[in-house]
Structure formats: C-alpha cells, structure tokens
C-alpha cells in the first residue's frame, strides 16, 4: 500500500522534530531553556475562563459554522478601533488561524497554482499550500537586508502566469519583520497588477516595537476586495490552546465559498468562542502590557546575542521571534551538540533551525529562530548559553 505523494512531500516541523533529544538531555539532570517554540507564558487574561465558567446551557450545540454571532460581533467592535469595518457577513470563524490559512488556499488554488511568500517563512505554510495542491514559490530575503520582502523588484521577480497570491506575515514569523503602510500599499500596487490575492496573516498585529505603528492590509480600503486576513486569538492572548481563528474578507464571492469548507466541517468549538469573544473585548491597554513586556524580552535576548563575535542579526521590528545567523558550520549539528554534549552549570538551551523554514534547497543552514517567550532574566540565560555553546563547538 502507498501513500500519496502530497503527504511524503510534507516536512515535519523544524520547531518540534529535536523535541525527544531535548528530553533525554532533561532525563539526564540537565535543565533545557526552550527557546524553540512559541508557546506564550504570559498568563491568558481570566476574562476568557470567567466566559467560559458563566456558560449556563445545558447543551453544548453546534454553533453557526460561520461563527457564534456574539464572538463574531467581538471581532467586530475590536477592528473598529483600528478604523476596519468588518460585519458578521464577512467572516469565518475557524479552528485557530491554521484552519482560517488551510481553507483560504483550498478555496483559491487549483493544481499547479503558486502562492508567493518572503522565506524563511512559517514552517506550516509549505504543509497548508500543498494540502491545497498548490505550489509554493519564495521570495528569499537574508539576514544581512534584515530579511526585508517589500521590494518590488525582488516580489516581481516571482511572478509568473501561475502565480494565485501573495502571503504576508506581519509582524513576521519566523524573523519577526514588520511591513509599515507604505510596503503594504507597495504590495498591494504589485497584486493589483498581476491581478493577486493578498493573504495577510496578522495574528501578531499589535506586537511592534520602538514605536513603530500598528499597521493592517485592512486600513487600505483599495484593496477590499482582493486582501484576505487571518485573526487569532493564540499568541495575542496567550490561548495558543484555545484554537479559535478567522478569515476575514470583504470579497464576498469567497467568503461564500470559505463557507462551504466551514460548513462541511460543522463549526468550531461552541465554547471556546464564548472564551474568545471575552477575550477580544480587551481593553488596548492590555495591549500596551504585554507589548511593553515582550519588547523587554527582546531587548535582553539581543544584547546578549550581540555578544557572540561574528553573528548576524538585525533587531527585529514585532511578533516574539528573532532570527540571527551564527558563526557555526551547520545549525543542526551545533543544536546536537548542545542537547546532547554541552552544559554549563548543568544547563543547555534550545532553539529552532532555520533550514525547515526555507523552501530554497541550501538556505538557513547557519541559521537560527528564537522565540522570546520566557522572562528577561531567562532569556539572557538561554542567549548566554548559545554563545558559550558556540566558544565550545568551535574549540572541539
């Protein structure tokens, strides 16, 4: 018996595959610093457990499949603060963002049809576009430019008869790059022409740091009918657990469409959206809390990094990820070596190989992601061992 070729074209994910060895090395008396996911440790404000623990039915039924009317109205009221305009007709609720990106490209691609992303990229992206039949082509940024995409040579360079959309993660994962309005309206002139979709994944949304603005593909109102975004409720909330999302669209052709796939799954979970529509009546001061903590975390992790002699690294701009080029021959055998060789007072650290998060065969090879999701003082630690790690790996 076989199995098919979309499946064994699929990778295992690059932030979990070195899960088990990080084990035996905390099975062996070592203590790990996990640097490798981005699971929040923030705590999920209470509102969404309170939500939940007021739910008086006595059934718990299916909700809508578009959505419970109440999260929905949330969604709503939170984008109007930003000046977005968005009513229940035009969105989807879904199980977590990755549910919202699955069903968008299903919905968009035919066999063989591209979608263009800046790399590295979101590991799960390569594994959503080929559930879809489609094709994922790059557009490769480096970490000298900073990882910067929005450039129109570079964007248009990618571009061919086949191409369906453009996706844009900003605040990014995996290198934490944010697009100001002015490289989403550069953006959007490119899809214009070529006649694209634009799939703007904005789950860090109000993540940004040094003062840099809030920014959405949804503030340009030229670009309704073509811009598709997706919401969640994981890392802006810390409910990474709580698999509530969206897609959201003022192209009302696709969202009827979206709606079929939302139909033929039922609904998401009736209670978790009772949680999350508490969570999006969040204050914006809630907002200005966790920023402020995660640019603090970031600060910490990139000072202590600017140690390490020879890395390349600019500061990222937003999201809770960093990426920096190490001087080390290979990123995967350095991170054996730290599971598995090193310790310093009887510790180690873990992070994420850049390779799994390239498309192009070669790249990322002496790179790394971090996620900035444990305290300041943790984060220096976890830093501080890489860079030790680094002065013993070399001096083998």
């Not at 070592?30 to 309170?50: R, S, W």
């Not at 959505?67 to 603060?81: E, H, N, T």
């Not at 450039?151 to 697009?179: H, R």
Request: charged share 25%; with cysteine.
């Amino acid at each position: 018996m076989k199995l098919s070729n979309k499946v064994l074209t699929m990778q295992h994910s690059p932030i979990r595959k070195f899960n088990p060895i990080a084990q035996q090395a905390k099975d062996a008396g070592k203590k790990v610093y996990h640097l490798n996911i981005g699971q929040p440790d923030i705590e999920t404000p209470a509102c969404f457990m309170d939500a939940i623990k007021n739910f008086d039915e006595t059934v718990i039924a299916y909700a809508e499949s578009g959505g419970a009317i109440m999260l929905q109205d949330a969604i709503s009221d939170y984008f109007k603060q930003y000046g977005m305009d968005y009513g229940r007709d035009d969105m989807i609720i879904t199980n977590g963002g990755s549910e919202a990106l699955s069903m968008i490209f299903i919905s968009l691609l035919d066999p063989e049809d591209e979608v263009l992303i800046p790399e590295p990229f979101y590991t799960n992206y390569h594994t959503f576009v080929t559930m879809a039949d489609g094709v994922l082509v790059p557009v490769t940024t480096t970490p000298e430019e900073g990882y910067h995409y929005a450039d129109a040579e570079k964007i248009e360079a990618a571009i061919t008869p086949k191409t369906k959309a453009i996706c844009c993660i900003s605040p990014g994962n995996p290198t934490g790059t944010v697009l100001t309005l002015e490289e989403m309206k550069l953006i959007g002139e490119i899809a214009k022409k070529h006649d694209l979709w634009i799939i703007a994944d904005e789950v860090y949304r109000e993540f940004v740091y040094d003062d840099l603005q809030i920014t959405s593909f949804g503030m340009l109102k030229d670009l309704e009918d073509r811009v598709i975004i997706v919401d969640s409720i994981s890392k802006r909330f810390s409910a990474c657990g709580a698999r509530i999302g969206c897609a959201i669209t003022k192209n009302q052709e696709l969202m009827q469409n979206l709606m079929k796939l939302a139909q033929g799954r039922l609904c998401a979970p009736t209670v978790e959206q009772i949680g999350a529509a508490a969570l999006y009546k969040m204050p914006l001061s809630y907002y200005d809390q966790v920023r402020a903590e995660y640019e603090g975390r970031r600060d910490a992790a990139y000072k202590e990094l600017m140690k390490i002699p020879g890395v390349v690294c600019q500061k990222p701009g937003g999201a809770f990820y960093l990426m920096a080029k190490l001087p080390v021959d290979d990123v995967e055998r350095f991170l054996m070596f730290l599971l598995t060789e090193f310790e310093d007072k009887d510790e180690t650290v873990m992070f994420s190989p850049a390779e799994g998060f390239y498309a192009t065969p070669g790249l990322g090879k002496e790179e790394m992601r971090i996620a900035y999701v444990l305290n300041k003082e943790d984060m220096a630690r976890g830093v501080e061992l890489i860079r030790l790690g680094i002065e013993a790996y070399n001096n083998r």
